[in-house]
């Protein structure tokens, strides 16, 4: 065969395999394209289609609107008198409306109900009510369901009514829900303190079977955190305040810009972090901080061996070990307690400290130090100063001046530094001053202006309550002492400008210890006898009492 021939046959070749070819294969599609994004006007004139803005043109005919690119869509906001009265989130590319918002919402985000913004997969139903299942099947007295006991049980849950309303971004109904339960706990725990003991949390089952279900349920707690938790603003700025101090810095006045007024907590916050953020050190951005779920997941369970040790103190031998049993698995299962952790904030560390000072009640400067530190983390705690300074005595005594003493060198401590630095005044107006005039949606002061008076007049009865504890009662029970810490707690959240379900756990394990009560037959007696000893008498050589003699009457016995 010549070369002709062969180029022929490799020719026809080449050419039936290109019929036989797909025809993609020869020429391709060209790749699909996003269209181009639609301008600011076009945006605009989308955003005007909101039955929200028609609304709110109606109300405000000389509305103004801007629109800028944020998060990879635009954002048109609306302004009638130089304030934001309306947002509208549109589609970059396509025009269409993505999210709405008008009032309370344009201004907060945490009002709009963003799935996994707090609690994460806790706020799933198949994950939040079994919690509360198990919180009171493992709590209830099942064998007298009528007792008082278990109706401070449901109303600890019943926070969860607020919490729907919450979650589908109508606060307008959430907030005014959370002030029943805090009214009724704040009754309640003034009732415990008063009387003296609680109605008594009387489970029916072993504590060893309490310990179990509880240790399960922290590690199941344990290991939603690591596989779906997010750090929330009040995680990121406790990092971040800890890198402050790690490298030698100021804390306050002194935090970037995406942490809008991260430093509004006392520096034991801050400190407490510390070993965290030495461990897993902040990389200067909001990622996942590692060093925040540390620090909540140490705190959740510092908390839970607390309450442990809290029980047994309270109580000897079998009952102590049930009370013990009983505050643990409380806490272990109860959804808020839970809810902080799943929202990694600082929240557990306020009840850890509050723990401490009642583990420190008999004695006075280790209680001191401990009051300290609770005030210096979120400052509420400190309204409970006057009564922890006269536990157990006067207010003119040895104890007391202990108290003072170990309270003041610990203020000062944990002070220092910003007293050197930037001085009181710059903490003072962006911590106290700052929460004193924050404007917050979150309640109902926040909502309503017109109830400001009745706001002062509960904050002047929670401080006068504040004061009348350092005198009376003189002696005050650890179950009083508990009573009385949360019921001041709750009288001060019921006047925050701002509320949410996380300071739940300032409270709850100290009103847990009221509900759980003490009975008084058994519980030890806090005052030394005056009368004095046969030892004593026979040093100071006093007479011993005599007996009275028998006197015989004259008289014959009636018939």
Known sequence: MTHSRWAATALCCLFGAAL?????????????????????????????????????????????????????HWEVA????????????????????????????????????????????????????????????????????RRVANLDLLVLLSFGVSHIFFNRADIGVSVPLQYPPLVYLLCRCVWVG??????????????????????????????????????IDVGYASVVGADRISHGEQIYGNFPDDVTQGDTYGPVNYLAYVPFEQISPWGGTWDDLPAGHAAAVTFDIAVFLALLLLGRRLRPGEEGATLAATLGFAWAAYPYAAYTLESNSNDSLVALLLIAVMLALSRPAVRGFTAALATFTKFTPGILVPMLATHDTRLLSRRTALFVLAFGLTTFAVLAQTIFGVGLHEMYDRTIAYQA??????????????????????????????????????????VQVAAFSAALLIGLQLTASHWFYLYIVWFFPLAMVGFAGISPAREPSPVRSTEPSRQDRSRRRLPSPRRPRRRFRSEPASV
């Open 194 to 231: 008063v009387r003296g003991r609680g109605e008594g949390v009387r489970p029916i089952w072993p504590a060893t079977w309490l310990i179990v279900a509880a240790l399960f349920l922290l590690g199941f707690r344990g290991g939603l955190n690591a596989a779906d938790s997010g750090v």
């Open 78 to 145: 609306y302004f009638a008198d130089g304030k934001e009265v309306a947002l509208v989130l549109v589609d970059r590319f396509d025009g269409h409306i993505l999210e709405s918002w008008t009032g309370y919402q344009v201004a907060w985000k945490m009002a709009r109900g963003y799935s996994g913004a707090f609690g994460h997969k806790l706020n799933a139903p198949y994950v939040f009510i079994p919690l509360c299942a198990i919180f009171l099947l493992g709590l209830v007295d099942w064998r007298r369901l």
């Open 437 to 478: 005039d924050r404007d917050s949606p979150f309640s109902i002061w926040g909502q309503v202006a017109s109830l400001e008076p009745l706001r002062y007049a509960i904050l002047a009865a929670t401080a006068a309550g504040s004061i009348l504890l350092a005198f009376r009662p003189r002696y005050k029970s650890p």
């Open 20 to 72: 036989l070819m797909p025809t993609g294969a020869l020429a391709q599609d060209p790749p699909l394209q996003d269209p181009p994004p639609i301008t600011d006007v076009e945006a605009t004139a989308a955003a005007a289609k909101s039955p929200d803005v028609i609304k709110e043109t109606k109300l405000n005919p000389g509305l103004t609107s801007s629109a800028d690119i944020v998060d990879g």
